[in-house]
């Protein structure tokens, strides 16, 4: 039987939950690391964990977080003065970050990342799909591709798949950092990359957000136990990213999560799958939870299209990847 106090915490969390707002600000994350009495992750000593995105925002705060917990580090993104700025803060916290410059949409650029962390890394222990961004107007990476499905599902796919043979093979992690921006939409393939002409780019990110979460659960079939993969979405975060595509956000200001409290459940799912004891459940996560997958209606795939997706989706991505 549940305590009152497991109850209690469990109702607090399904209020919040409903209500979206309560679950996505920083109201969610106070009450249930609260109610939840969360405690420090497990320690992340001897591991290696390459951070994409790492150069600002929550990438950045996933880095750190890793880095007190002892994780060494391999970050990434294109900005290098603000890496290196990361790769400062990962040392004020006791931590090794190496930086590597790369823009994640140029295969050329993916494959000079890989080759640096393979070179002097003698296995990863995890990967972090962080970098991300909601393009308010149509854009193509160098090949053509829509930008916003190039960065959040080919890039994430290319570095996996370059990298998965230097993941420790006994027990390695991905977490992929989607968005609660997701549920508004179903995975279709056929719609997932949008051309110019009906392009609009919070539709094109929750396109993409929601295919983050398919390919981290194809991930999970084809590669556990040796691997855990995870989606994770970490609230309404006041980062640069934020205020550069949804300036309307910023209006709920201190409502909003820091950076640190959108990297929890990233940092923690990191070090929950590496511990040594059972790994946390696949899916998708929020504020050391499971969550749904749909709450929108129209947004749950059939039972014969839930079984294909994943398939579908991975062999879309190693055919444009
Ligand atoms: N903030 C939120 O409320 C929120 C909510 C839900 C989900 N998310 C997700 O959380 C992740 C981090 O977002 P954030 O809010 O922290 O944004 P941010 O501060 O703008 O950080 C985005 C990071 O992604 C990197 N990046 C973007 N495109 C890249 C590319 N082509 N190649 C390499 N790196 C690239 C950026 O690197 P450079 O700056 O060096 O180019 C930067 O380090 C994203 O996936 C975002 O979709 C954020």
Redesign the pocket.
């Known amino acids: 039987m549940q305590s009152t106090g497991r109850l209690l915490t469990n109702a607090a969390d399904a209020v919040l939950e409903a209500s979206i707002f309560g679950s996505f600000t920083r109201i969610g994350f106070d009450v249930r690391s609260r109610s939840g009495k969360w405690r420090e992750p497990p320690r992340l000593d001897g591991k290696t964990i390459l951070v ?9 705060a996933i880095a750190v977080g890793l880095a007190k917990l002892g994780a060494e580090l391999w970050i ?4 290098e003065q ?2 290196a700025e990361t790769a400062r803060s990962v040392k004020s916290a006791g931590g090794r970050a190496r930086l590597v410059v ?4 140029v295969a050329s650029q993916v494959k000079d990342l890989v080759e640096r962390v393979v070179a002097d890394a003698s296995a990863l222990d995890g990967i972090v799909h ?5 393009f308010g107007d149509y854009r193509e990476a160098p090949d053509g591709t829509e930008l916003t499905v190039a ?2 599902v080919i ?1 994430p796919f290319r570095v996996t798949e370059l990298l998965l043979p230097h993941l420790r093979p006994a027990r390695s992690v991905l977490v992929t ?5 997701m549920y508004t939409e179903r995975f279709d393939l056929a719609r997932l990359e949008m051309d110019a002409s009906e392009y609009r780019g919070a539709v094109a ?1 929750a396109r993409a ?1 929601r295919a983050q979460v398919v390919l981290a659960s194809e991930w999970q079939r084809r590669l556990s136990p040796a691997v855990s993969s995870y989606s994770a ?10 205020q ?1 595509a949804l300036a309307g ?1 910023s209006r709920l200001g201190p409502l ?1 999560r820091s ?1 640190d409290q ?1 990297a929890d459940t990233i940092v923690w799912l990191v070090g929950e799958a590496l511990a040594g004891g059972d790994v946390p459940q696949p899916g998708f996560w929020h504020d050391r939870r499971r969550r749904g997958e749909y709450y929108r209606p129209g947004t749950r795939p059939g039972r014969l299209e839930a079984l294909s997706e994943g398939d579908s989706l991975w062999e879309w991505c190693a055919s444009r990847a």
């Open positions: 994409t995105g790492a150069s600002s925002g929550i990438g950045r990434t993104g294109r900005n603000r890496l790369a823009d994640l949409v962080n970098a991300g961004a909601l960065t959040h890039a950092v989607s968005s609660g921006g990110y957000k979405h970490p609230g309404w975060v006041n980062t640069e990213g934020l550069g956000m909003l950076p959108g």
